[in-house]
């Protein structure tokens, strides 16, 4: 994809949100890969995961270490082909990468939101990625676009929206999270709380971070986004310093332990407390059907477009079944639909890493998008 | 596309909606989207098979048939076609009660094992038959019920389902006529038209 440049688009019309509250107006970050077409008819949306941002592709400096989060999958010649596709990758509000979020001043009070920025659900996400189409002309998407959490905004704009998109691609992703899966994020959370730099969320104001809280959140997050085959190939039991021997008192680190801390330090120092408690809720509170007399085929009857579903075998935070509930309500619903699952020993973490077969499914469907005329 | 696909699709209402279990490259749907507006799915767990009916623009669901079809409700497709699947399943007469269950109509395909050359083979060797029709080694075949005409009627008749039409298909012409005066013994390829007794 070569060097990329994010750009900033400023809202000043009101945005209601679900919760009843109101943003005056806000920021929206973006990066664009490849051309838009005369017809404005070659437009992909992609939606950004928990912990994801705008720079899905390609590299802001000459000097940067690594790529956009989805390089893997989109530039030229990839699945998401920048040749044929015009690529939009906005970084969501209540994000910590440029668009308005907690850490963004309040102009209301002169001072950064912090905890006080207003709790966000899927569907306020989609009307600020709306208001991103218009601004850019794109009557419909060809595709939106998104893994796990970026699956739910994808399948709601599908229901939502259902006239402004031809397809809907949903990796890795659930209409709704089990209690397991609350469970985790409750306890990533609590992490976070429970640091005593947090201060209620309002740790920017007293020059104060909970860096441990938001790394011990990260790395609990982190063992759930892998598979137990998957830790087992990469760490095993190897140790990273110490040993075992009889009569020596030496400590002893295994190498995913100290694997661990190092995602946990890396990712307290790019991302944002109050991000990670704000992302973590929104995927909480998205249940695709529940204004849809809770249930996922009347839910689905309003969508028009058609559908591509992907799993993967060793994904347990959000599991083939949950992706397999999914399909059965399109069928139900007798939507167009697709579904492979790919074998992979990544568990979650699969849909962001090069693999044979689902890059092939996955630029077979995208390839008859280039075909098909709107 | 094969010959007895050309009969599945002669039995395929314009405009319905069709569940193909093993659909492999999903010609079959294909050409039934272009001929009769035909809407579904094809099931496959091949993913090569998957890849190509994505590549056609055919709907393809992942999923393996020995684990039944639990997840489609009940009469949700005028026709579940079955084409030279069913002798590769572990449970042949469970997946034919729930494409009963599932569809309006079957359409199911599958080889004679009862063909004569089949019974030759056996009768003369004194082994399985492996020959241009039954390519496989007994102990490494896709193919693991077999099974004449006579016994998917037999297995019809248990189940209480009614044969609607039958055709059998030779690949040489001159080998039909045989075939029509005795199909269990002629016939290569058989294929039925089914529904379940005291359905539509």
Known sequence: ?374 | MRIDLNQVANWIAPGSRILDLGCGDGSLLQSLAATKQVEGYGLEIDPGHISACIARGVNVIEQDLDRGLANFADKSFDTVVMAQAIQTMHFPHRVLADMLRVGKECIVTFPNFGHWKARWHLALHGRMPVSDLLPYEWYDTPNIHFCTFKDFEVLCRELDITILHRQVVTERPRARLLAQWRPNLFGETAIYHLTANGGE
Request: contains cysteine; charged residues 20%.
């Open chain 1, 1 to 374: 994809m070569g060097l990329v440049q994010p750009q900033t688009l400023h809202c000043d019309q009101p945005l209601l949100l679900a919760n009843g509250r109101q943003l005056d107006g806000y920021d929206l970050v973006f990066e664009t890969y490849g051309q838009l077409n005369r017809d404005k008819t070659n437009a992909v949306l992609i939606c950004h995961a928990l912990s994801g941002n705008h720079h899905a592709a390609g590299f802001h400096t000459a000097e940067d270490q690594k790529p956009g989060w989805w390089d893997n999958y989109i530039g030229p010649g990839k699945p998401i082909d920048t040749d044929h596709f015009f690529v939009v990758s906005p970084n969501n509000i209540g994000g910590c990468h440029g668009s308005t979020g907690p850490r963004s001043i309040n102009p209301q009070t002169g001072k950064p939101w912090g905890a006080d920025f207003p709790n966000l659900r899927v569907r306020d996400w989609v009307e600020t990625q709306v208001f991103l189409a218009d601004h850019l002309g794109i009557e419909q998407w060809a595709a939106v676009i998104g893994g796990s959490l970026g699956g739910m905004q994808a399948m709601r704009w599908a229901l939502e929206y259902p006239g402004r998109l031809r397809h809907c691609v949903a990796i890795a992703s659930a209409m709704k999270l089990t209690a397991q899966n609350i469970a985790f994020n409750e306890t990533a959370r609590q992490a976070i709380l429970s640091d005593p730099h947090f201060f209620d969320g309002d740790y920017a104001a007293r020059d104060s971070y909970p860096k441990k809280g938001l790394s011990v959140a990260r790395m609990i997050g982190h063992i759930t986004y892998l598979s137990d085959d998957g830790m087992g190939q990469k760490f095993g039991r190897e140790l990273r310093s110490g040993s075992f021997e009889r009569g020596t008192d030496e400590p002893v680190e295994f190498e995913v332990e100290s694997y661990l801390r190092h995602q946990g330090d890396a990712f307290s120092q790019r991302f944002d407390a109050n991000t990670y408690l704000l992302m973590t809720k929104a995927l909480d509170y998205f249940d695709l059907a529940r204004e849809y007399d809770n249930d996922p085929i009347a839910a689905f009857r309003h969508a028009r477009c058609r559908f591509l579903v992907i799993a993967f075998t060793t994904d347990w935070r959000f599991s083939p079944l949950r992706s397999r509930e999914i399909v059965d309500a399109l069928i139900g619903a007798n939507r167009a639909v697709s579904y492979a699952e790919i074998d992979s020993h990544f568990g979650h973490d699969a849909f962001l890493i090069p693999n044979r077969r689902y890059s092939d499914v996955f630029r077979r469907y995208m390839l008859n998008i280039c075909r098909e005329s709107p």
